[in-house]
């Protein structure tokens, strides 16, 4: 009953701004290929993606945010997320679903006037949908993708200056540090990467990670064609990477890896060369903080062009950059 | 010796199940080297009498002794070497090959393979048996009557001093019954003692040495002065209308109308 | 004599299967001919092959051998104490109450992992089997039926461990319920092989005794056999032999089934030919099968499918071609 007066209530309301556009109207396509149009600029948005979230706090709407990812009270990056926003530090900030499980009535009872979800969950955005609620659905595969979702966010939430300056920013860090090793000259380093659920889990060729090896001047070692692919042990050791590094592993340290002993002859082992990425927050490879993990990686493989790089100044550089004061206190 | 007098003594035995009792003080001796058959009514408690007797049910007061052995004090190897069982029904799962059950009748004997030797008296006793020809066949695939020459094989393949057979001849066609009857005759008059349960009287007095009857959960044997065939004493085991008809110097029993 | 001579195909071919698997994987390094070279000269790859095969190949076959032994040996076992043709360590809920324990002490560490994963397994099997068990008497489809809730219960129960202790939780349960054989290694080898080897010992030293069970209680007490001593004995080694088949290797689902009737094509139900040849077999066709998936993709994809895609198959194929006495 309340949900069908719900969706009747809200698609009545919808159909007026499309019979006279206004000039404030908004429009762009999500990673779907389907158009969205806003009245207005969104001031009550439910973001259900941890990464989007960051992006759109970069983009200092977070007033405009009125629902969160679950994920972000229960992960490794609620102390950032609790300095960027009081209310997700007092946990008011509700949270009706996250990338698996979405809870539309509280969705609907929340009263978005946007919905930012992985493209992936097809089914919980066709009960989105269905309640007359725009969806912005998202899907990264590569470094542009995330410059187009920063675009997207910036036009929905009417912040598009914001936006464009900070991809500026970012394109232009990429490009400080490509000239800075030299990227044409070099020898290039043979880099695997390990996620976080095991040593033989790792990225293909078609992932975010293997363009952020390739941006810092590396190739990956696993050349399947895949996003997420399990390997067996033996192409490790043919592979012979010149470096080892994890994904943030709250279970293994590098010394934990660097004691396998079936992997003790391959070069990353031998010349100790396996390192683990800092923080999921700060590394976080589909938001505009990616510049962070590719100069990380470019020191491990290449310290000697990279050695004025700082990586606790650059820290503070980009956090301040990105979040505004803010980012400030993040550095702390 | 008390063994040589009786095989099986049954002192003050009851026996309940569920609460509604079923043997009520039961006093009896069953003779070595004899074929006793136990006799009554559907329901008299034959089978759960030979079935405490066998140890499959525990008794809750009296003393049962085998050969001079408080059964009570018997592990399931030592009743092995003592009493062999004979089940009413028996359902097998898998297919085993007639050999494979038979050999199963030598595990009291085998620690935890068999011999040559438990092989041997496998093939003895299915000889005796006369299921020789069936050795490879499996199980599961024979008649009933087949299936039940095939235990009592395995019985014979176990080689205990008492056999206990529970209706040893409700399977089988009428050949089939008179071929268990005579083995079983032959088996006493080389020493073994049976005791066997009937359905069936008149098979018990043809081929019997001694009977024993079951009614309001008691046992009785016949009296010295009557006969088990009387008429009048079989009326008071079986109810409704009964006649006995002499032959061969016992008697056939049957139902008698109006 | 067609079956004799299967019969000592089966007892021979685990000695050249587990030496060919040295010599498949999907390194363009140790190949075939490199390591054959290696017999021959020094070459700058020699400590790579060496690795290769030592370090990964041969605890990953060692382990799938003694993985698939185990589940085929307690699978045929567990058939004849319950005198139930239809089921094993999956179906009765013992994989995955022991796959339960084993990612419950990995997450919170309060167990050794085989330990846990033993007594969960346990668990599992008695709560099926009381919950089957009605009048003293246990009825094959009430077994399966109480087996099939157990496993669901632990199954969720494991999701819930998974969903509270791992962030990655999808991952991981899919390698628990689908097997997973591509971490071996020596560690895993060594954690599991003494437990496997009690298990599968004692099994074997009772295996004739299995067809006196299995023929009824009855039957087994009147010819000196005590069959809840017996039972509990096998039944426990079952349990310790998968259970920690399951810790290192996940849910390997219906293997344990499949292999004891496959075996029973060859040897008829004599538990004392089947048993050893379960162990075998069982062992070797997991090898066979995990061969095959290492081969033929250049990423990891869970043993159990590749036991249902190959197995299963083979199994209807020889279900259809033989005929061992289910029909009557």
């Known amino acids: 009953m309340l949900l069908s007066f719900s969706s009747a209530f809200t698609s009545c309301r919808q159909s007026v701004p499309n019979s006279t556009k206004s000039s404030s109207s908004v429009n762009v396509t999500d990673f779907r290929g389907v158009e969205i149009t806003l009245p207005n600029p969104a001031k009550r948005i439910v973001c259900l993606i941890e990464s989007a979230l960051s992006g759109i706090y970069m983009l200092q709407a977070e007033n405009q945010i009125i629902g969160i990812s679950s994920g972000v009270y229960n992960e490794s990056t609620f102390a950032q997320y609790a300095v960027l926003d009081e209310r997700i530090k007092n946990k008011t900030l509700p949270a009706p679903g996250n990338w698996d499980f979405v809870n539309i009535e509280s969705i609907v009872a929340l009263r978005p006037d946007l919905v930012i979800i992985w493209a992936s969950q097809t089914e919980s955005i066709e009960s989105i949908e269905k309640h007359g609620i725009p969806v912005y659905g998202v899907f990264l595969k590569s470094v542009n993708d995330v410059y187009k979702e920063i675009h997207d966010f910036g036009i929905l939430t009417g912040r598009s200056q914001r936006a464009d300056s900070l991809t500026n920013y970012t394109r232009n860090e990429i490009n400080q540090l ?18 976080t659920q095991g040593l033989l889990e790792t990225a293909g060729t078609t992932s975010t990670v293997n363009e952020l090896i390739e941006l810092a001047g590396a190739k990956n070692s696993c050349t399947t064609s895949q996003e997420h692919v399990v390997i067996n042990k033996e192409r490790l050791l043919d592979w012979n990477p010149d470096i080892i590094v994890m994904w943030y592993n709250p279970l ?13 002859h391959i070069n990353a082992i031998k010349f100790n060369q396996v390192y683990e990425l800092p923080s999921v927050f700060l590394c976080d490879l589909w938001t505009l903080k990616f510049p962070y993990a590719v100069k990380q990686l470019a020191k491990w493989c290449y310290p000697a062009s990279t050695e004025g790089l700082n990586m606790n100044t650059e820290k503070q550089k980009m956090l301040v950059k990105l979040y505004g004061e803010k980012g400030e206190k993040l550095t702390k | 010796m008390e063994q040589l007098n009786n095989a099986i003594t049954v002192s003050n035995l009851s026996f309940s199940y ?23 009514q559907n329901g008299s408690g034959k089978s759960t009498f030979l079935k405490v007797i066998a140890g499959l049910l525990v008794s809750q007061k009296g003393v049962i002794k085998i050969l001079g052995n408080a059964s009570d004090n018997l592990n399931f190897t030592d009743r092995s070497k003592l009493t062999g069982f004979l089940n009413q029904h028996h359902k097998a799962i898998f297919p085993f090959s007639v050999e494979d059950v038979v050999l199963t009748g030598r595990a009291g004997f085998i620690r935890y393979v068999p011999k040559e030797a438990d092989k041997t008296a496998s093939y003895n006793a299915m000889s005796k048996a006369g299921v020789l020809h069936l050795r490879n066949r499996n199980y599961t695939e024979l008649s009933g009557g087949e299936q039940q020459m095939v235990m009592i094989a395995r019985l014979l393949a176990q080689n205990p001093q008492i056999l206990l057979l529970d209706e040893p001849t409700t399977h089988l066609d009428i050949s089939n019954q008179s071929h268990v009857l005579s083995l079983l005759k032959q088996l006493v008059s080389e020493g073994m003692t049976i005791v066997a349960v009937m359905h069936d009287p008149n098979l018990a007095f043809l081929y019997g040495d001694d009977f024993l009857f079951m009614k309001n959960r008691k046992i009785i044997r016949a009296d010295e002065s009557m006969q088990a065939w009387d008429t009048d004493f079989l009326k008071t085991i079986y109810e409704g209308n009964i006649q006995s008809i002499p032959f061969n110097g016992r008697a056939l029993l049957v139902p008698y109308l109006n | 004599m067609n079956r004799r001579i299967i019969h000592l195909v089966f007892y021979i071919l685990p000695l050249p299967v587990i030496l060919a698997s040295l010599f498949i994987g999907p390194s363009h390094t140790a190949t075939l001919g490199s390591i054959m070279d290696l017999f021959l000269k020094n070459s700058d790859d020699s400590d790579l092959i060496k690795s290769i095969i030592f370090d990964v190949r041969l605890p990953r076959i060692l382990l799938s051998f003694l993985v698939g032994g185990s589940l085929a040996i307690s699978g045929c076992s567990i058939q004849a104490i319950f005198r139930n043709p239809l089921t094993d360590s999956y179906i009765l809920g013992l994989s995955s109450g022991a796959a339960f324990g084993a990612a419950l002490a990995l997450a919170y ?20 089997y009381f919950t089957a068990r ?10 399966i039926l109480s087996g099939i809730i157990v496993s669901g219960i632990f199954t969720a129960l494991l999701t819930i461990v998974q969903f509270f202790s791992d962030p990655f939780k999808l991952q991981s349960i899919v390698h628990w319920t689908m097997g997973n054989l591509h971490n071996a290694n020596w560690v895993k080898l060594r954690s599991s092989v003494i437990p496997i080897t009690i298990g599968v010992f004692v099994i074997f030293v009772y295996r004739w005794r299995l067809n006196v069970l299995a023929l009824g209680d009855d039957e087994a007490k009147t010819v000196g056999i005590n069959p809840e001593r017996d039972k509990i004995i096998i039944l426990i080694a079952a349990t310790l032999a998968s259970s920690s088949a399951v810790a290192v290797a996940g849910i390997i689902g219906l293997y344990g089934l499949m292999v004891p009737h ?31 998936s290492r081969t033929i993709s250049s990423f990891e994809i869970p043993i159990g499918v590749f036991t249902m895609l190959l197995g299963a198959p083979f199994f209807i194929y020889l279900m259809k071609k033989t005929n061992i006495g289910w029909n009557s």
């Open chain 3, 109 to 128: 560490a309060f167990l050794p992992v085989q330990l846990s994963a033993f007594i969960f397994g346990l668990m599992a099997v008695a709560l099926s």
């Open chain 1, 178 to 195: 490509r000239s800075t090793i030299n990227i044409e000259e070099i020898e290039k380093k043979n880099i695997y990467f390990m996620w």
């Open chain 3, 262 to 292: 496959m075996i029973r094509m060859v040897t008829g139900p004599d538990n004392q030919k089947s048993i050893p040849l379960n162990f075998l077999f069982g062992g070797t066709f997991l090898l066979i099968i995990d061969d095959f």
């Open chain 3, 134 to 143: 009605k009048n003293k008497n246990v009825s094959i489809v009430s077994l």
């Open chain 1, 252 to 264: 293994k340290s590098p010394e934990d890896i660097a004691k396998l002993s079936e992997i003790q």
């Open chain 2, 18 to 40: 569920n609460g509604s009792v079923i043997l009520n003080d039961l006093n009896i001796d069953i003779k070595p080297g004899k074929l006793t058959f136990i006799l009554g």
